[in-house]
Each structure stands twice: as structure tokens, then as C-alpha cells.
């Protein structure tokens, strides 16, 4: 399925031309560190997760309380309104990287 | 305006006072580069914040001519009465004081690239090394026959923060109970997709519970729009036979207004006279992005600014990123969140760029919230990634509330409560904090 997906995307970066492409920037190698990806959290539960008002804050949690949270929503294992939804926009790893960041950093 | 003469001494103790303050925001090493911001919105405010946190080593000017900004976000509850135009308006002082931006309360005129200057229209000329560009939006004055400023002063459009959304919550107060509201709304693309229908719910809620006899009348440029079934279900339960949308295949574009008559005309020639009548118009990128050359000339997306899906580098002009509204960000709405987001992922490859590393990818997030009562909330969300063919929403992910939850009361009180909750946090990260 992804292979297919990347294929067809391939396939039509080179229809675009170069170009367009060759004008696209390079991301760095490897995977995203949690400190790139966590940056998403804070819209909604505040900076460094310390939410002020009716949304759950996510500072103070251990890597393990956040990693299942977060999994539990993308495997739809609890009762969620849109954290369900953001979830599976994920991979466990990227998941697994953002618990470790926001245990270690979002104090 | 009176001035008072400092002493050298109370002068040299003012600016102690100043420094002891904002000891964190202090740059005592020459800086290694400047970026400057243009616009204090949801977007550039949000990326001036973030340069300073990734890299204190990099100084960072935000150019910004208001001292306070008002969110369009919220907005709407003004207009429907239930919230103060003070709660939705934020200052620039932590962003200052707290995190060293230097705020320069003026207009930007004019971008140099070839020099790296932007001149403001006080006449200072201020260098950049990397440039970031969030105007927001501007209305196609003209756009609609008859739909210029001093119309919008009769016919507010209430599409920027301040005084347009003031104006037509007097025009509201003022309409007398059985009095129609009219709205005209735009094609794709323009600022906040489900803002319209938002709007157009508070004010039902608002009529219902002050003006019961009132009704709306919704004129539309599409057939279809942002979350439509989850808006009609709730106005079917919420205002039933007090709102009627008429599509773009019924004749719902707008192309001509009589400000004196309070008149819509449609484009096939029929006129719609209303007691209050809100245009929301046909909308492009800010000024200064188009006047620098930095929105595509022609074709559907003119009047917007192509970008690189990572960094947000314009694909015209080398070291100028353009986010939010006025940036063509593929899947991405123009939504304050959007913005939010492309700030902190444009201030992250930046100061990457600064220090000679790449950026890694970026993904980016979305939820748009809306409101149709104080109590009933629904919303959009999507995850982002950067892919050759641009920002595509990751399949799978996203999506809209569920139509039929089990406990449909509870799920839209939630939602609700998240809207608020929502705002609060985004507009502390960005304003406060
Ligand atoms: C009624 C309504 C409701 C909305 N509700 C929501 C919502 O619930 N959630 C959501 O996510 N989004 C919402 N939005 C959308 C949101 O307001 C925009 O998407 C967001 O403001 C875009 O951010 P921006 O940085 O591009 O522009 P803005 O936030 O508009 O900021 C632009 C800033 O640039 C400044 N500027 C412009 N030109 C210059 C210049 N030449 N020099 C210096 N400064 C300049 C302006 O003064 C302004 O302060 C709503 C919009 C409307 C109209």
C-alpha cells in the first residue's frame, strides 16, 4: 500500500518536471526526533503542556503513562473527541520518540 | 503629549531596571543573524517566539503596526454577544519582555530583496538575513461591484479582528426583532473555511434567544462547504426554519452590493434587501507579499504565495518564508492553527538553516473548532506531511466529528469545552507564556 503510494508519487514528481523539484528542499536524514515532532502537542495543551484551561495538560507524565495514552487513542482504546482522530497521523516509533521528549523535557 | 526630561541618572536606572526584568531576553553576544517578522498575527507572532527559543543566539525584529491584536478566532462569540471583545485581545509584551523580540511598531512598505532590507512606512530600513512574511489576508476591494471601504463601513465584512467585527455587532443589537440578517460568502480559497457557517449559527442563537422572529438569509458562491452536514444537522435541532442557505447553484453568488439600500445583488440579477447585511468577500494575500512579488501573478492560486513544503521558503524569492493565511500550504485551511503550526515548524528550519544544518520534516496539525451554541461544538482535524506533490493530510488520520456519537449531547458539549480550551492554549503560546 505504501509502496504503491510512494510509486505514484514518484511517478508524478517527475511528470511535475524538474523544476518545480528541483527547488524543494531536503530534509535531514533519519528519523524525526520527538523534540521536532512534540511541537505539535502545545497548540492545544499549552507550552511545555501546561495546559490552563478545560484541555488535559500532558506535563508531569512518565514516558510510559503518555506512550500508551497515545497509543490507546490511535487503536481507538479510549474514549477520545479528537485525539483519536490526530492520532493516526503517527507511527509508534514517532509516537514512542514524542513520550520520551515530553517526559524529559516538558516539565 | 507631554514629555518629561530624564535625569542622566534616572535614565541609566530606567534602563537597569529594564534589563534586570528581561534578564533572559538580553543578547549579550553579537548576534549571529536577524531574522525579521512581518505581521504579529497567529503566524509570525508564533515564529518570532520560536526563533528565540530554538537559537537566542539569532535576533529576531517583528514588524507589526498594532500595540494590541484582536483574533479573528472568538470573533464570532463577539458578534453573537457572549464573549467581550477584551478577552480576545492580546499584547505583544511577553513576546518582548520574556523572549527578546524587538517590536517595531510600524507598517512594512516595501522588500529589497536584493539588498535583504524591508523599509517601513516611518522610513527605517531594517536588514535581514532570513525573512518571514505572515500579512494574514486583504479583501478584494472591487471584487464584488460596489464592495469598497466605505461600503464595508455599512456592509461590514468583520474578516479582521477590531473594529469590523465591533460594527456589526452594533448593526445586530440595533435590528429589530423580525429582521432579516444577510450574508454573502466567498468561493475557495479564503480565510477560516467554517467560519461563515460558525457566524452564521452564533448569530442564530442569538436571534433566537433575543429577536425570535428574526431570520438569516445565507447567499453562497459554492454549492458545498467545511463540515456541511454536521452544520445543517445542528441547525435542523438547534434553529429549525431559522436559517436558509441558498447554494451557488441556486443563485447564491453575490456580485454586486448597494451599500445605500442594503442591497445583495446576485448574478442573476436578483436583489436581496436586508436589515443587516454582512459581506464576506473574495479575499488574497496581504499587500506587502503581493507588492513583493511574492504571490503568483496569474492562474487559480493568484493573489497567494507558493512555498517548499518543509520550509516554507517562498519558491519565488531565496530567504523569505511566507506562512499562514497568505501562503499556499496545500491541504492546509488558512486557519490561525494552521498558522500556529507552520510558525513553529518555519522558526525550527530557520534557525536550522542559521546554524548550517537541514531541517527535519516537518508534520503539521490542524483543528478547526466551531461553535453553533455556547454548548455545541464540532470541528475538523488533520496531520500534515510534506510529500513531493506538496502538504498532504495523512490518509487515515483526521477527519470530522462523528455525525451520530453515541451520547450526541455529551460529545458536542465536549467539543465545546475543547473550543475554549483550544483557544486559551494557542493564544498563550503565542501571545503569552
Ligand atoms: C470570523 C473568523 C473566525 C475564525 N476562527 C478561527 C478559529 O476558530 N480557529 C482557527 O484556527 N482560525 C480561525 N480563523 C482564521 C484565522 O483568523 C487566520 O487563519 C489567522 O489569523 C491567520 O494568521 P496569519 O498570521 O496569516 O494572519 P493574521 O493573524 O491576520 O496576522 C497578520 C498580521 O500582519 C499584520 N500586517 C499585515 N500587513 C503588514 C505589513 N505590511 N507590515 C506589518 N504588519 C503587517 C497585521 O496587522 C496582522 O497583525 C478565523 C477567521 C475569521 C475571519
Redesign the interface.
Known amino acids: 500500500m505504501r509502496s504503491a503510494?510512494l510509486t505514484a508519487?514518484?511517478a508524478?514528481?517527475l511528470l511535475?518536471g524538474f523544476a518545480?523539484?528541483a527547488?524543494?528542499?531536503?530534509?535531514?536524514a533519519g528519523p524525526?526526533?520527538g523534540s521536532?515532532?512534540a511541537?505539535?502537542c502545545?497548540?492545544?495543551?499549552?507550552?511545555k503542556g501546561h495546559?490552563?484551561?478545560?484541555?488535559p495538560p500532558i506535563n508531569g507524565r512518565t514516558e510510559q503513562q503518555l506512550l500508551s495514552a497515545l497509543l490507546d487513542f490511535k487503536n481507538d482504546r479510549r474514549p477520545a473527541?479528537?485525539m483519536n482522530?490526530?492520532?493516526?497521523?503517527?507511527s509508534d516509533e514517532?509516537f514512542a520518540a514524542i513520550a520520551r521528549e515530553i517526559s524529559a523535557n516538558w516539565r | 503629549m507631554t514629555r518629561t526630561k530624564l535625569s542622566r541618572r534616572t535614565f541609566t536606572g530606567a534602563l537597569l531596571a529594564t534589563s534586570a526584568l528581561s534578564a533572559c531576553a538580553v543578547q549579550t553576544a553579537p548576534a549571529k543573524a536577524h531574522v525579521v517578522v512581518i505581521g504579529g498575527g497567529f503566524g509570525g507572532a508564533t515564529a518570532a517566539k520560536f526563533i528565540r527559543l530554538e537559537d537566542p543566539g539569532i535576533a529576531v525584529t517583528l514588524i507589526e503596526p498594532k500595540s494590541e491584536f484582536v483574533t479573528c478566532p472568538f470573533s464570532n462569540y463577539v458578534i453573537a454577544g457572549f464573549k467581550q471583545i477584551g478577552e480576545i485581545t492580546h499584547n505583544y509584551n511577553a513576546l518582548t519582555g520574556t523572549h527578546g523580540v524587538r517590536h517595531v511598531r510600524d507598517i512594512a512598505v516595501a522588500i529589497d530583496p536584493a539588498t535583504k532590507t524591508v523599509r517601513t512606512g516611518g522610513g527605517q530600513s531594517i536588514r535581514y538575513d532570513k525573512l518571514v512574511v505572515s500579512p494574514g489576508i486583504d479583501i478584494r476591494w472591487g471584487a464584488i461591484e460596489g464592495y469598497t471601504e466605505a461600503a464595508a463601513e455599512i456592509l461590514p465584512h468583520a474578516w479582521q479582528g477590531g473594529a469590523q467585527t465591533l460594527l456589526l455587532r452594533r448593526q445586530l443589537e440595533a435590528m429589530p426583532d423580525g429582521g432579516v440578517v444577510a450574508l454573502a460568502l466567498p468561493p475557495n480559497p479564503y480565510r477560516c473555511p467554517p467560519g461563515p457557517y460558525e457566524r452564521i449559527s452564533v448569530i442564530a442563537h442569538y436571534l433566537k434567544t433575543t429577536k425570535p422572529r428574526s431570520k438569516i438569509l445565507a447567499l453562497d458562491a459554492k454549492d458545498a462547504f467545511s463540515k456541511q452536514p454536521l452544520f445543517q444537522d445542528g441547525w435542523n435541532a438547534l434553529y429549525p426554519g431559522l436559517i436558509e442557505w441558498v447554494p451557488l447553484n441556486k443563485d447564491g453568488r453575490i456580485t454586486q452590493v448597494i451599500a445605500g439600500e442594503k442591497t445583495l445583488v446576485s448574478e442573476f440579477g436578483q436583489r436581496h434587501r436586508a436589515a443587516v447585511v454582512n459581506v464576506v468577500p473574495p479575499q488574497f494575500a496581504g499587500k506587502i507579499a503581493r507588492d513583493a512579488g511574492l504571490a503568483n501573478p496569474d492562474g487559480g492560486s493568484a493573489g497567494w504565495c507558493p512555498v517548499d513544503p518543509i520550509t516554507f521558503e517562498s519558491t519565488r524569492i531565496k530567504d523569505i518564508h511566507v506562512i499562514g493565511d497568505a501562503s499556499i500550504a496545500g491541504a492546509m485551511p488558512k486557519s490561525g492553527f494552521a498558522a500556529n503550526s507552520q510558525g513553529k515548524f518555519v522558526a525550527k528550519a530557520i534557525a536550522a538553516a542559521l546554524n548550517g544544518r537541514p531541517a527535519f520534516a516537518p508534520v503539521y496539525a490542524n483543528t478547526c473548532y466551531s461553535l453553533l451554541a455556547p454548548d455545541y461544538g464540532i470541528s475538523v482535524a488533520d496531520i500534515y506531511r510534506a510529500t513531493p506533490q506538496g502538504i498532504v493530510a495523512v490518509q487515515g488520520a483526521g477527519g470530522v466529528s462523528p455525525r451520530t456519537p453515541a451520547d450526541a449531547a455529551q460529545f458536542r458539549h465536549l467539543e465545546a469545552t475543547y473550543t475554549r480550551g483550544w483557544y486559551s492554549s494557542a493564544t498563550r503560546e503565542i501571545w503569552g507564556a
Open positions: 503510494i508519487a514518484f508524478a514528481s511535475a518545480a523539484q527547488q524543494q528542499a531536503t530534509p535531514a524525526i526526533p521536532v515532532l511541537a505539535t502545545s497548540g492545544c495543551h499549552g507550552p495546559s490552563v484551561a478545560e484541555i473527541t479528537v482522530r490526530h492520532a493516526k497521523g503517527f514517532e
